[in-house]
């Protein structure tokens, strides 16, 4: 069940990632684009929260039913970052950059014209990749772990 969660976790990321987010920018205008993936996210970081909590329990569950090697605390830990990873992203990164977005139309700046709005939402939407690529990282790593301990 654990792997299953992970697997279908790091498939909703991947597909968000190389499908829905590439698709808005390329068809939409960027502002429509930026308003589109702004109202997917929380629905994003609420998948990937449900399906870490349901890999975390069911790692925990057979880390104290069946096994307590060393090992299985790695997969744990991994799918723990994973999630704590995403929840920061959601609970924290997503409504700063979303006030920073909101301060920066508030401004009226042209679009890519330096501002401390602009930068306070460019420095929130690198934070937000950042986090996701290490949940990505720590989800492959973790569905390794996984693996070998079959």
């Not at 968000?16 to 994003?44: K, N």
């Not at 991994?78 to 301060?103: F, G, I």
């Not at 139309?105 to 986090?131: D, P, Y």
């Amino acid at each position: 069940m654990a792997a299953g969660a992970i697997v279908c976790w790091l498939g909703v990321m991947a597909f968000f990632g190389a499908v829905i987010a590439p698709a808005a920018f390329t068809t939409l205008d960027r502002e429509a684009a930026g308003r589109f993936v702004s109202a997917v996210f929380p629905r994003y970081y609420a998948v990937g929260a449900a399906l870490g909590g349901l890999a975390l329990l069911a790692l925990l569950v057979r880390l104290l039913l069946r096994d307590d090697r060393s090992g299985g605390w790695v997969s744990l830990l991994l799918v723990a970052l994973m999630l704590a990873s995403t929840l920061y992203a959601w609970l924290v990164v997503l409504p700063a950059a979303h006030a920073a977005r909101e301060a920066l139309h508030q401004t009226g700046a042209a679009t890519g014209a330096v501002s401390i709005e602009s930068l306070a939402f460019t420095r929130l939407h690198r934070l937000s990749s950042v986090l996701n690529g290490v949940s990505l990282l720590a989800g492959i790593l973790g569905l390794v772990a996984v693996g070998l301990r079959r």
